[in-house]
């Protein structure tokens, strides 16, 4: 008799896709890969990850496509509701608080999806944070990463990053830690979306990968 061990696929794995968030001087840069499959078959390579909440926060998603959009859907209204009460656009801080109230208020029927938040205040600090799908948070000070090729991105990511970083330094970084680890995992690739955020702007940059 044969047997074979068959790895149980986990259903953030379904659609594919990766996203790192790294911090540098007075900036932080955010970007996700380009893909969405159905396990092998790939169905777009236009399909970049990230949520563009102001001119100082970016949030990507990883995970179960659906919920991905289902789930923005009702952030921007949450956001949005925050600013008419509030007066002001949310923080970073803020909006990690509503992510993991929302994700943790839906345990028991969880979101399927993995945030990524990325922030700058106006005195230049940068903050960062990831979660899981019940809205644990990971608050380091250098990065942060999710989606099915994590586990290359910490190891790219722990031999790039180094303090002090500039814009452009930290733009060459991430894009050459998120393309090297795509290259390594079947279920993301196809290029990435990056974008380079200071105090004063959000540059949007389309980097090309492998299509193989």
Known sequence: FLYFIVKSMSILELN?????????????????DNRLGEQFKTISMEVPKLNVVNDKVVMGLTG???????????????????????????????????????????????????????SIDDEGKVYLCAMDLL????????????????????????SLWRPGLGPEELFEVVAQALLSS????????????VMIVTREKVTTRLVKGRKD
């Open 16 to 32: 594919g896709g990766a996203c790192v968030a790294m911090a540098g001087e007075g900036c932080f840069v955010i970007a996700s």
């Open 64 to 118: 179960l496509r659906t919920d991905q959009q289902t789930f923005a859907n009702l952030l921007e209204y949450e956001i949005k509701m925050y600013k008419l009460r509030e007066q002001r656009d949310i923080s970073g801080k803020a909006l990690t608080a509503l992510v993991a109230h929302t994700l943790y208020q839906a345990r028991f029927g969880p979101w399927f999806v993995e945030p990524v938040i990325g």
């Open 135 to 158: 809205g644990a948070p990971c608050e380091p000070e250098d990065y942060v990463c999710a989606g099915t090729c994590a586990e290359a991105l910490h190891g790219m990511c722990e």
């Open 182 to 193: 795509c290259d390594r995992d079947c279920l993301s690739g196809y290029g990435a979306t």
